[in-house]
């Protein structure tokens, strides 16, 4: 995957953009491995990647390919949103954490091992508690403690935003970090902040998700991966997995077993994301996988 | 299962109660071909479910079982609630349906089906349409359509009980009826009317959950069955079950692939009540299935 | 969906090939609605579904179609492999059962579920026993009982084959049809007869597949639905599904399950089939849903 | 759970075995949380897991109470097997591995985390290779690195067993351990060598199992939790996980698809191990989850 590139397209629906698309990266040299596209009908939209390989393609660098598309094909089409992705780049991920360690864990153990492939690199793990500590720095991840006091939240995201500017950090992942952020951190951050839920969304909203379904007694639980918006656990969902439970579970057993599907869906999203597979409109993901 | 008895008790949590009542039934010659037990640590109480065989036991009535039951055991304990069925007794389901037919036709099928093995009977369909008339007449049920005009729905359950009454239905299942049922209705049939909610509750509570899905852009769906009490779709959760979807599912694609996940949570549902294997308790329910 | 036409190609890779097709289609007024492509890198091989609006495409006809896609594309590429398909012609299917219903059952229902939106026809139903009429004919297909004597399959299938030309049936499916066909029956219908085999395959194949899972001890039992070939259920997959058990189920039990798992892998597997998102090579699917 | 006992039971099936047991630990001041029993109908055998308080009991010892079992109710029933486990006792683990790291670290991982609450010791990681050292050293746990050569298979394998008899293991795990060991080395952990198998079984036995199921063209992978017998890949199945798949997945795709089902299935084993939650009969398990 390594010397591909990435176009990722949405726009209101209209005949001839695949073969226009197609011919400009065709008559550029450019080999398409994987073109997916997709049209709301609801919305009267148009959503496409297209992915190929950069080896024989004449433009090589992001931004004349990124200015040589806008004049020949995107400013033809009004409210045209266009990302190009470069896969030799390696992502810069934040991980936020709190107290607890599955999650985090399964972040650190994947993007470590070979075979999961994930093409992404974590300069640092911030944490409002001390706890975690001894899971990251053993493998040469630094950890940032930075305790976040009622009345002093923006005093804590100024030191958290200094240290994502200096590790040039690309997206963040909420690895269960309890703490609700300001909109303005998120303003900083647009679809670049990845949450996972422990609960099905939209039902369970908020804090204590697993007691609230035992308390309504369902017989499924769930987890949501998503980016993170102003609106508490309303932003676009990017993946959800669910878990069957019965009567004989207490609370201890669907964090237990709710930990499995969290650590399972906050990586399937990070992969995803990596993969550059996600395009947001609408408050809703398109998910080419 | 036809010569089998049942006896479903709940009850606070004390040392020796299977013991006491496994040696009742032993003592009167009552093979157990099954016993589940749980106890709700939370709510410190236990709940039991026995089937033996009545072949040999030496009691032969249920009412005579219920007396002797209540002398030897049920006295000896606060608060015990206590049901016995006998499984050669066929119960009599009336279902309730509107328009959609996928539901109605399921449960018919599967009540005709040997393979099936539900030990039930449809003495009749109620609609407030008369649209499914054809799907039910050919199968040799009455199908009663009852008008349910906006500020006469006392007037409509008033038919609708006589029905039931002259009809000795014993439970009733909602199979998609639109309508909201009074307070009233629902108090005759307690924990015995079964609806099914097309959404995963508690998300999308309420009309249109498929619109209200799609419109949040999540990435799973699911259907719940429960049972009726008089808060709307909270009643306890009999059972729930999911399906998978993605970007290209239009609010039709979430309706068509709803109606299987309905139909198997509704059948379901029915099986489990049929098979007395549900126990309601606080606003849930305890399933020995 | 009505008046769209579906391209359905393999070849062997090469650049250019998606440029070129979306080229060919647009400059001739066809607004592309949906495409899927998909490169197998082991086989080295290009895989694509185009799904187009004919209401402006100034080709009319299927054959001219075809023919013109020859000339300009088809026969630049070696070893290309097209299929085109006119979604306003309603395909003949005729249905094989022996002595289950629950199959035939589901498929004739949601052939005549107006929210199911199937593209099909059901000329006849054939069957190797008497015992399903009742459950056919009331729904207006005919029902032809023609028995299978074990030295006398060929006149048997001779008959059978001369039902399927009188109805100009343009595939088959066998829901639980428990017989083997010839190869010569098979050669007549090339990917164009879908079987649903009982057991999540390749485990189990053969006949008794339950009674198999059950000895073995399998903790999920599943459902495949296939295209036949020659060698016995081992054809092409198209779709699977499965089903949690436990030591609680006997062998009638897992039969009971198993249905439900059969009827959703059987319908899929048809819907899939009618919405041509189906192609077949080396004895693999590529299903792009 | 500390301070709780386990009686496992199975024999041929009579009435009146419940109440028997059920009196004589209650007769005795044991307290029972969870009773658990199944009827075989097939086999017509009797199964049963009893978990009782100990605080009040007055046969404290494990060798007291199955000498006095034994007199008062073991006796009387012909091919009675049964087990009693106090779950204060913490089991020791020995777990094997090859090369890859996904399940053993997701043990590793497991066994400290305290939330997962695991009741369990790993005194020491036995591999065939030095390649994993350094995932398990820095968790305190030591390596042993024993070379396995293709004549010498006996002579590795009593390295191996000197070092289990050393540490007092009382069960081992292959974590993705790729050696078949020999009949002797199983002879002696009869129920109490866990193995992940990477494929529903018994679908593609033996090795490259995702190599078959690309192959094949399969929709769904799987993995299989089962102790070790003297027939490959064929001992009684504890628990399977399957994960859908589909032509865009490669075998490199399924091999990391399959990781993710294997981790989950050999965590799922070894609990329902350590819960003292499954019985073992004729080559099947009965799983009182």
Redesign the interface.
């Known amino acids: 995957m390594n010397n591909n590139a990435v176009l990722l397209i949405h726009c209101p629906d209209q005949?001839?953009l695949?073969?226009e698309v197609?011919?400009f990266?065709?008559?550029r040299g450019g080999?398409?491995?994987?073109?997916?596209?997709?049209?709301?009908?609801?919305l009267g939209r148009f959503?496409m990647r297209v992915e190929w390989q950069m080896d024989n393609f004449e433009i090589e660098s992001k931004e004349k390919i990124r200015k040589i598309f806008l004049e020949r094909i995107g400013h033809k089409y009004d409210g045209m949103y266009y990302e190009v992705h470069f896969m030799d780049y390696v992502p810069k991920m934040a991980v936020f954490a709190t107290k607890a360690?599955?999650c985090l864990?399964e972040i650190i153990?994947r993007t470590q091992?070979p075979?999961?492939?994930w093409n992404v690199e974590i300069p640092l793990v911030i944490s409002n508690r001390d706890t975690l500590r001894d899971n990251v720095e053993?493998f040469g991840i630094p950890y940032h403690y930075i305790k976040v006091e009622k009345d002093k939240k923006e005093e804590a995201e100024k030191k958290q935003l200094e240290l994502l500017k200096k590790h040039n950090i690309d997206f963040i992942v909420f690895a269960r970090y309890m703490q609700i952020v300001t909109d303005d951190f998120i303003s900083r951050f647009p679809n670049r902040i990845i949450n996972i839920h422990h609960s099905?969304?939209?039902?369970?909203i908020g804090p204590k998700p697993y007691h609230s379904a035992y308390e309504?007694?369902?017989?499924?639980i769930?987890a949501t991966g998503h980016y993170v918006t102003n609106e508490l656990d309303a932003g676009?969902?990017?993946?959800?997995?669910?878990q069957r439970i019965?009567?004989?579970d207490?609370?201890?057993d669907l964090?237990?077993k709710g930990?499995?599907v969290e650590k399972?869906v906050i990586s399937e999203a990070i992969r995803l994301h990596l993969e550059r597979k996600i395009l947001v409109c609408d408050?809703?993901?398109?998910?080419f996988?």
């Open positions: 005949s001839g695949v073969a197609t011919r990266l065709h008559e080999n398409i491995v994987r073109l997916d596209e997709h049209v709301d009908q609801q959503f360690s599955h864990y153990y091992s075979s999961e492939n053993p099905f969304l939209p039902a369970f309504r007694g369902v017989k499924i769930g676009p969902i990017i993946t959800q997995d669910v019965s009567h004989k207490g609370v201890k964090i237990r930990r499995q399972i408050n809703k993901t398109v998910v996988d």
